[in-house]
């Protein structure tokens, strides 16, 4: 039995994909020169005033609502006073007492099977700061100020979760529901999907929290489960020592596989919060609260049941196409070409998930139109291509598209089903073949496969290969 238990909260911070940053109409592209996506607002020229972005206050209101949150009619934006170089006003603004969302929930899958409700204690908005760059070779310091006023939110948890597993379990969960609204892309590698980890441990059934560590720098979901699972097992080591748990700031080094302190962390810090004079409340109204509402896309926790109720998927199938929204709607307009839930989705999670890994991309950059793609699985199920020939035809129209019938008819690719036709090679291979044909005879069945793939190479791949073995059978034997 376990000698302590680890309590565990996250703080993700979601770049929204507006086109312009919170404050200002700069672009928010990423990639582009540094310092060309700046002016004087989200530079903190000294009397350049901040206009709020409607459209991130949109998105906010839309993640919100899909995590249960109550939204707050009434929000408040806040200065969070701290100096660092790539923060060109002295602070940024966000929101403290009164942010836009509160009291809301996740529910994730543990790792025993069983569903647990994850707290969301707080959806915040605030401006991101820019970015420090450290160069080595000229032995100085440089600051890009293009992400500076780019529009985050930030989704706090209760500390509710007790192992690595649940955290990523939660952080893929968030994950999902942020690309299914479609209000940030979740690149973890360029920083639009980043999260903090707040960790502790304490003896099992205690009620009073333990000294917690702040986790950063973990750009992927495994780096945030591995990150953790080192931190609890440091943690407790310490505590195993006799040594105490310091409470810092440590930074997590994926090569290494190990955290180390970046700074200490005092019980509070004194970011001096107060309201922004320069910007009045925001007030929402609750009409334009429910049409975002009533707009919401289906969410995967609902896809996910509704794939296994609706087409008789298993929940393995249904999760891993409902993982991703827009290839959960490619997996839906593929049965209207095949109606046969099943087989599609087989052929979405193999040859499918195969392609799109090999060529690095989305569901969106398949050339295949979906029920092309359905065309094609039914035309193998039917025996008009074999299975061999049809993944050859998917990987030839994964990007150029186009009827999977007319292509495997114009190459010659149809399967030969006839029995007349199929008979003349089955007889031809056995000739050529007497040895193996007697040995075959004497008991060696395991030829059957060299004598299949004889007639496959004579027929170039064209043979029925269930036909195929019932006439060798009935010749051979």
Request: proline residues 5%; aromatic residues 8%.
């Amino acid at each position: 039995m376990p000698q302590y238990e680890a309590v565990i909260g996250l703080e993700v911070h979601a770049q929204l994909k507006t086109k312009s940053k919170l404050f200002c109409s700069c672009s928010t592209e990423f990639g582009k020169e540094p310092n060309s996506n700046v002016c004087p607002v989200c530079s903190g020229m000294p009397g350049a005033l901040p206009v709020i972005n409607e459209r991130a206050v949109e998105y906010a209101t839309r993640m919100a609502l899909a995590t249960g949150c109550s939204v707050n009619l009434k929000n408040v934006f806040a200065r969070k006073n701290y100096f660092y170089p790539d923060l060109p006003m002295g602070y940024q603004i966000s929101q403290f007492e009164l942010p836009i969302a509160e009291h809301g929930k996740i529910d994730i899958e543990t790792e025993k099977g069983g569903k647990k409700t994850v707290g969301v204690t707080r959806i915040h908005m605030e401006a991101d700061a820019g970015k420090s760059i450290h160069s080595q070779a000229e032995n100085a310091s440089f600051v890009d100020l293009n992400r500076a006023s780019t529009p985050l939110i930030e989704i706090v948890s209760e500390p509710d979760m007790s192992s690595p597993e649940e955290a990523e379990a939660y952080l893929r969960k968030l994950h999902a529901i942020l690309l299914y609204l479609g209000i940030c892309d979740g690149n973890m590698d360029e920083g639009s999907f980043r999260c903090d980890a707040n960790i502790s441990i304490r003896p099992v059934g205690q009620k009073e929290l333990g000294t917690r560590t702040e986790l950063k720098n973990m750009n992927s979901f495994r780096n945030v489960r591995r990150a953790i699972a080192y931190e609890i097992e440091r943690q407790e080591d310490l505590v195993d020592d006799g040594e105490a748990v310091v409470q810092q700031t440590r930074l997590y080094d994926a090569d290494a596989g190990t955290t180390h302190a970046m700074r200490g962390k005092e019980e509070a810090h004194d970011y001096r919060y107060f309201p922004d004079p320069d910007l009045v409340p925001l007030v929402l109204e609750q009409t334009w609260v429910d049409e975002i509402g009533a707009s919401l896309p289906e969410l995967p926790e609902a896809k996910f049941a509704r794939f296994m109720e609706q087409y008789g998927l298993p929940a393995s199938d249904a999760e891993v196409l409902t993982a991703d929204r827009a290839l959960a709607e490619y997996y839906e307009a593929a049965i209207e070409g095949f109606d046969n839930p099943k087989k599609v989705a087989n052929w979405m999670m193999s040859d499918m998930r195969r392609m799109l890994n090999d060529n690095v991309c989305s569901v969106a950059d398949c050339g295949l139109a979906p029920k092309d793609f359905g065309t094609l699985v039914r035309i193998v199920d039917e025996g008009s291509i074999n299975q061999k020939v049809g993944q050859k035809v998917f990987k030839e129209l994964f990007e150029q598209g186009g009827d999977p019938e007319a292509y495997v008819k114009d190459k010659g690719l149809v399967q030969i089903s006839d029995t007349g036709a199929l008979e003349i090679a089955v007889d031809e291979v056995i000739a050529e073949n007497p040895s193996e044909a007697e040995a075959f005879r004497g008991g060696k069945k395991k030829l059957m496969g060299f004598f299949v793939g004889q007639i496959m190479r004579k027929t170039k791949g064209q043979a029925n290969p269930k036909l195929a073995n019932q006439l060798l059978n009935e010749k051979l034997n």
